[in-house]
Structures are given as structure tokens and as C-alpha cells.
């Protein structure tokens, strides 16, 4: 951070509290922090309006509680200088907000006298108004103390006003302190009601004072409060002019006219998590009831394991109780979709939820007395809706809205918001650090937008405080800072697996491979060193087609191959999705778009590697191994650098595959093939595979294998291999049972010649 980075002219224009401040709390508080930190040196006065300029926001976002702390911010302020103006402001206001505080606390009109009160009754009134009167009383006098005393203040009249009321009612109530028996007999209920409801009024007085900003989420309408949510600017503007829609239709009808079709309420919400869907239903519900539509902005709140019930009758008995819940408000199913599932069976009772909902919906008992707000996946919710005609009937086209993920910098607004709703902020190095967090988790739909980031925030504050830290700071910040290391527990990975190239590097042959590899990993690093440095950059091509033989290590390559571009940073998560034709092509029409498209979602952040991938190039009417293939194409298309994808199988016919379809042949650019092991390479694997059980073979057996290898074609490679020594093993076990004879760590030439014989027999 540079002086020059601070708008320092426009910081001592802002002098009065009417307008906005000119940067936001967040921003101030890393300045502040770096100047502490000798990282930066502002002016006297810019340090002390940055320091009010952060009592003035936390006060915003407290509504008017907690105010201990914006205290300590104007002290600390006054500290460089005791003249600025918005200090002095914040100052009244918070001497204000203090004096608010102790009416409301008192709770005085929950006192009121009543002629038909009981006289112990009244005693018992009378008694706590004189403790409350008191002890007000008291906290007032103290407060009032440092508070202007000229009249001509408006606030400060206010507070006079109160400590005459205070004053007057302790005159009341004398002949009750006088004697408690029977003095309540001369104060009068009329008086003392009427001093009850001056301090209530002049209680609103002083919090019609504050800004409508410091007043509360009840002090606002719920069009002020969705302008307050980050992002969704399209949402924002379609709500509002369906509000203006609605209260102009609300407009007609208390004029005398009439519409035949009255505006539907219900609605469609749809969104991947954390998006906002059940914000924004809660929101409709205050609109509704604002404009007068609903009777309440209540939201009855339910999901299918409230309404569906596990026998006959109960799921119907189940849905009307909770739409007599709603009755008047606003009935919201979340995960709507869940409703409908697929292939469901006569014991599944969702679709009696969905007809007895329609039923309601649609009936003159309870048809208008209740809104149904839907929300789900986008692409679930699509295909619920579809297979229900008589439930979309009832959600009119306009009244579907479609909420987006959220963009990265709204993302890192988020964080920054929960991380001051919580009274810590983040400092630049641990700006970065959020991102990338968010980043890392910000693989595919199962994103949880905000809530995820919330929990990213939650969880950094979480290992903050576990870590042992001294208290004895001297300074406030120090309780609110989050910097880079508090990151740490995120951004590490816990797996502590070898270097994926050593990993390659200890696989037996495959030299060609190994080369191809470490080039690509190579050029990688060096194009995002480029970038970086902000040099024009070489594309990469990711994709890849592996060609071979079985057991030629393709799958093992595959998983390597996965780790090297994870710790490239080309991929999020590194792993690794096997998949066939069977994972992807379905049997009937519409269904194999729907699998494909599901297994890729698994892979995504990753790779998603298909075996024998020619497969899927089979010729005949029915066959969907072409709509699988399409629907690869576009996948990869939408989702770029978020998926890799790699085709394994026979060298021609991968071949084939790629040059059946030109969308395959532009994306797959990198051609890896995995040559057959030599008669060398296959002793030394079976070397290995016996030593990771602490075997051995004895010379005479590694001669035999060295043999047969060279004189034999063998069909697997590595899995010949494996399921030689796993027969080798057996046999060695029945030979030392059978004969008592031989230790336990030696493979014989006997043992593998019997294991040989079995394994190729099974070839034939």
C-alpha cells in the first residue's frame, strides 16, 4: 500500500455525516493497521477520520448496540486530534444512542396501569416502575453529565424532556413510596399512563434523531434491504419492478377497477447453494405484506422430509398442516425437486405432496390466503417442472427468477462483510490468501457461494483463536486482524505424497511417456511464469489421448499425470474419474446427455479419464454413443479449464475415435502412447509386485521368468504380471502346506512355472 492508493482529498471533504463516507470500514481499518505497522505514514487528521469514519460504519452495522468499541475508535482518534467534526458528530451520536438505549432497555409501557387492576396488581406496577424510574434516573443523571446543555439542541431537548418526565413520575408515585399498603390508592393511573407514554414517545424522538441507517432492519422496507445484498443486479431490478407492478395493480383496485386474472404471488426460485434463494423468499414475503397482499411476511419454511410421510394418508395429512401454517404468508419448499424422483415407485409418496399442494393452491378455502414460493437447482428444478404440468401451470413464466453465482469480487465482499459482522478485517496479504481459499473450493455447482465463503471466514477465524497467542496486545486491532498465516490451514495440502514426476520417474519403463510428461509439465510452469510477469502466453492443451495395450500403465499415468497439473495450479483438486461407455451412454432417449453430463460434474477440478473411450463410436439406430460424444464436446467447451479429459484405449482405434468428430479432433492435441513392456521390464515389475509383500524369487525362478517372457507373447503387460505372482504366491502356500518344505519369503521356479500355466491357460 502506497499514500498515493488513498483518496485523501475526498477523506477531508467528508465532514458531515449525512453523506457516505468515501471508503468503506474494511479499507479504513487496513490503512489504520498499516500506519501502526510503519508500512505506510498518513497525516494527523486522515488517521483521525479514518478512525471515525470506522465508529461511523460499525455503528451502522450494529444498529445501534455494542457501541463499546466505536467509543474506543473515537477516543483513539481524538488521540491525533480533538477538532475534527466528525468526531464531534459520532460523539452526539453515540451519547444519543446511549440515552436510546437505557429508555428502551426499562420496557416502560409493559407497566401500564388499568382501572380493573387488583390493588396487589397495581402495587406489584408500581413497585417495578419506582426500581426502573430510579435506576434510570440515576444512569441518566450520569450520562447527561458530558451532553450540551443549550437548549436550542434539539437532542439535548429531547434529554431534558426525559429528565422532567423522570422527574415528575417519582413526584407521582411519592404517596406509594410513602406507604406501600396503601398509598398506591393515592397515586393516580391517568397521570402515570400518561408519563409512561410521553417516555415512549420521547424515546422514538431521540431514535428518529439517528439516520435511518443506525435504526434497524425494521425501520426499513424490503426493497432497502435487498439494494443491501451483494451482487444480483438483474434480480434487483426484476423485484422491483414486480413490487412496482404489484403496488400499481393495488393502486387500480382501490380505485374501483378490476382484473379478471390478479397477479399470481407464487413463485419459482432457482440457484445453485448460497446463492440466496431463501433470502430472497424471505424478502417477497415482506414485499407481499408490505403491498398488502398477505396478510403476515411469515415464511413457513419446509423441505420433502416435512411433508412426505411413510405411509398412506400421512403425506396429505402432513402437506395441509403446513399450508395452514402458511395460510396468510408464505409457504417455501426448498429442494422442490425432491418431490419427483426419478423412478419413483408406488411406495414414494412425493407425488402426493405435489397434489394435494395444487389442490390447496387452486381451492376457495385457502387458493388466495397463501403464497408458494419453489426453490432448487436450476437444472433440477427444470426438469421437475416440466414432468409437472399441472404444477407449472400455476407459476407463470414471469414469475421464475434464476439467481447467478456469484462473481469472485462479490465473493471476496462476502468475506470481507462476515469478517466484519464477526469484528475482524482483513489485511491485503490475507485478501490474496481468501481468494485463492475461494478459489480452491470454487470447483463446480456444489460451490456453496456465500455460505461457503462464510464458512471459509469462519473456519480462519476458528484457527486464529485455537492458535496460542499472547493477550496481552495493547492495541484493538490486534483482536481484529486476519492476516496471510491465519490462511494457512486452508490453503495446505494435506496430502504429503511424493512429487508426482519422482512418482513417474520410479515407474518401470515407460520412457516415452516420461518424456512426453515432463515436457508438458515443463512448459506449464514456464507459461504461467510468463503470465505472471505479464508476457503473452503459449494456449495449453490439456486434453489428452492415451493409446496402448491393456496394462501398459495408462490408469497409473492418469493419476500422475492428474498431481502434476494440480501442482501446476491448472487444476483444483487433482483427481482422477475413471469412467467407460457403461458410466455414460444410457438406453433410451434423453438420458445419456443427463449421465454424461453427471459424471463430468464428478471429474470436475480434475480428470475425468474414459477407458476404451472408442466404445463409444459404435454404429447402429439405437445406439447413444454419438450423443455421449457430443455432449463431451460440449461439456469441455463450458467448462475449459476446469476439466481434463483424457481417451484411453488401442492405439487404432483411438485413432478412429478422434478423427469420427471434428469437435474431438480440436481439442485433443496431446497423444500419448504406452508402449508394450519388454521381456526386461516385465521381470523387474514382477520383482516388484511380489516385494510389496515381502517376497523374493530365487535364481532359478527369475531365469524361468526371464525365458517365458522372451519367448511368449503375454496379453496384459503389468496385469499379467500382477495376476501371475498373485497365482506364484498361491502355489508356493500349498507346495510348503503339502510338503513342509522351503521357507516363506521364496518364490521357486516351480511355483511360477504352475502360476505361468494358469495364467495363459486362461488366455485361451
Known amino acids: 500500500m502506497t499514500i498515493d492508493q488513498l483518496p485523501i482529498q475526498h477523506i477531508r471533504e467528508w465532514t458531515n455525516l449525512s ?81 436510546y438505549s437505557l429508555i428502551e432497555s426499562s420496557n416502560f409501557t409493559s407497566f401500564m396501569l388499568h382501572e380493573a387492576d387488583h390493588q396487589s396488581v397495581k402495587r406489584k406496577k408500581l413497585q417495578a416502575i419506582e426500581q426502573k424510574v ?75 434523531i439517528l439516520p435511518v441507517a443506525f435504526q434497524g432492519e425494521e425501520s426499513r422496507n424490503a426493497l432497502s434491504q435487498l439494494d443491501d445484498m451483494v451482487g444480483l443486479y438483474e434480480i434487483k431490478q426484476y423485484i422491483e419492478r414486480y413490487y412496482h407492478y404489484l403496488k400499481y395493480q393495488q393502486h387500480r383496485k382501490h380505485l374501483g377497477f378490476h382484473m379478471v386474472d390478479e397477479p399470481e404471488l407464487h413463485m419459482i426460485i432457482t ?26 411476511k411469515d415464511v413457513i419454511e419446509v423441505n420433502r422430509s416435512h411433508l412426505v410421510g411413510s405411509y398412506v394418508g400421512q403425506t396429505e395429512e402432513n402437506t395441509m398442516n403446513y399450508v395452514k401454517q402458511a395460510s396468510g404468508g408464505v409457504l417455501f419448499i426448498d ?18 405432496v405435489i397434489d394435494t399442494l395444487v389442490s390447496a393452491m387452486t381451492s376457495k378455502e385457502y387458493g388466495d ?23 407449472r401451470s400455476r407459476f407463470p ?10 462473481e469472485m469480487s462479490e465473493l471476496v465482499h462476502i468475506g470481507e462483510t462476515t469478517a466484519l459482522e464477526n469484528d475482524y478485517f482483513f489485511t491485503n496479504n490475507a485478501l490474496t490468501q481468501l481468494q485463492n481459499a475461494i478459489d480452491k473450493q470454487k470447483v463446480d455447482e456444489s460451490f456453496g457461494n456465500a455460505r461457503a465463503v462464510r464458512n471459509i471466514v469462519l473456519q480462519t477465524i476458528f484457527h486464529k483463536g485455537a492458535n496460542k497467542l499472547k493477550l496481552d496486545h495493547q492495541n484493538w486491532l490486534d483482536y481484529m486482524r486476519l492476516e496471510e498465516n491465519d490462511f494457512r490451514h486452508l490453503l495446505e495440502d494435506s496430502n504429503q505424497e511424493d512429487n508426482p514426476l519422482h512418482q513417474l520417474d520410479q515407474l518401470i519403463g515407460l520412457q516415452p511417456v516420461k518424456d512426453e510428461v515432463n515436457k508438458l509439465s515443463s ?84 480428470v475425468l479419464f474414459i477407458d476404451e473411450a472408442y466404445a463409444l463410436l459404435q454404429t447402429g439406430g439405437n445406439d447413444f454413443g454419438k450423443e455421449a460424444i457430443d455432449t463431451l464436446v460440449d461439456e469441455m467447451t463450458k467448462h475449459n479449464e476446469n476439466l481434463v479429459v483424457i481417451l484411453a484405449g488401442y492405439k487404432q482405434e483411438m485413432r478412429q475415435l478422434i478423427q469420427s468428430n471434428p469437435g474431438l479432433s480440436s481439442r485433443f492435441k496431446k497423444f500419448f502412447h504406452f508402449p508394450d513392456y519388454t521381456a526386461e521390464e516385465l521381470v523387474e515389475i514382477s520383482e516388484y509386485q511380489a516385494s510389496l509383500y515381502q517376497y523374493t524369487f530365487d535364481d532359478d525362478a527369475l531365469h524361468y521368468l526371464t525365458n517365458q517372457f522372451e519367448q511368449h507373447q503375454t ?28 521357507d516363506i519369503y521364496t518364490l521357486k521356479q516351480d511355483d511360477i512355472q504352475k502360476a505361468w500355466n494358469a495364467v495363459k491357460g486362461r488366455e485361451i
Not at 176 to 203: C, P, W, Y
Not at 588 to 601: C, L, N, P
Open 19 to 99: 453523506a457516505d463516507p468515501p471508503i468503506d470500514e474494511s479499507e479504513a481499518l487496513r490503512w489504520i493497521d498499516s500506519h501502526l505497522h510503519e508500512e505506510v505514514t498518513l497525516p494527523y487528521d486522515i488517521i483521525s477520520r479514518l478512525y471515525g469514519l470506522i465508529a461511523y460504519d460499525r455503528l451502522k452495522r450494529s444498529h445501534i448496540n455494542h457501541e463499546t468499541i466505536a467509543k474506543e475508535f473515537v477516543q483513539q482518534g481524538k488521540t491525533y486530534t480533538d477538532s475534527d467534526p466528525i468526531l464531534y458528530q459520532i460523539e452526539e451520536m453515540l451519547d444519543i444512542i446511549s440515552h
Open 134 to 208: 430510579e435506576a434510570l434516573e440515576e444512569d441518566w443523571t450520569t450520562h447527561s453529565t458530558t451532553y450540551p446543555s443549550s437548549k436550542d439542541n434539539y437532542s439535548t431537548s429531547i434529554l431534558i424532556k426525559v429528565q422532567e418526565a423522570l422527574d415528575e413520575m417519582l413526584r407521582e408515585i411519592d404517596p406509594f413510596k410513602a406507604n406501600e399498603m396503601n398509598g398506591a390508592n393515592h397515586v393516580s393511573t391517568t397521570s402515570i399512563n400518561q408519563l409512561l407514554r410521553t417516555l415512549d414517545s420521547l424515546k422514538e424522538d431521540l431514535k428518529q
Open 271 to 296: 440457484g445453485n447453494p448460497g446463492t440466496g434463494k431463501t433470502t430472497i423468499a424471505r424478502l417477497l414475503a415482506n414485499i407481499y405484506y408490505e403491498l398488502g397482499l398477505l396478510e403476515t
Open 335 to 352: 429442494e422442490a425437486y425432491s418431490l419427483k424422483r426419478e423412478g419413483q415407485t408406488g411406495n414414494d409418496y412425493g407425488q402426493a
Open 369 to 391: 390466503t397463501f403464497a408458494v414460493i419453489l426453490a432448487g437447482y436450476p437444472e433440477e428444478m427444470r426438469q421437475f417442472l416440466w414432468s409437472n404440468p399441472g404444477l
Open 397 to 406: 413464466e414471469q414469475n421464475h427468477i434464476e439467481l447467478p453465482d456469484y
Open 523 to 606: 512448459f506449464v510452469r514456464l507459461q504461467k511464469k510468463r503470465q505472471e510477469e505479464g508476457l503473452p502466453t503459449v494456449p495449453i492443451q490439456l486434453h489428452a489421448v492415451f493409446s496402448g495395450n491393456p496394462g501398459t500403465g495408462k490408469t497409473t499415468v492418469a493419476h500422475i499425470y492428474a498431481k502434476v497439473l494440480k501442482d501446476c495450479g491448472l487444476l483444483k483438486r487433482g483427481h482422477v474419474v475413471v469412467a467407460s461407455r457403461s458410466d455414460l451412454v444410457a438406453g433410451y432417449v434423453g438420458q445419456t446427455s443427463i449421465k454424461t453430463k453427471k459424471k463430468i460434474r464428478e471429474a470436475l477440478g480434475g
Open 715 to 742: 496379453e496384459g503387460n503389468g496385469r499379467f504380471v500382477k495376476n501371475l505372482v498373485d497365482e506364484a504366491v498361491q502355489y508356493q502356500a500349498l507346495r510348503i502346506d503339502m510338503k513342509d518344505m522351503g
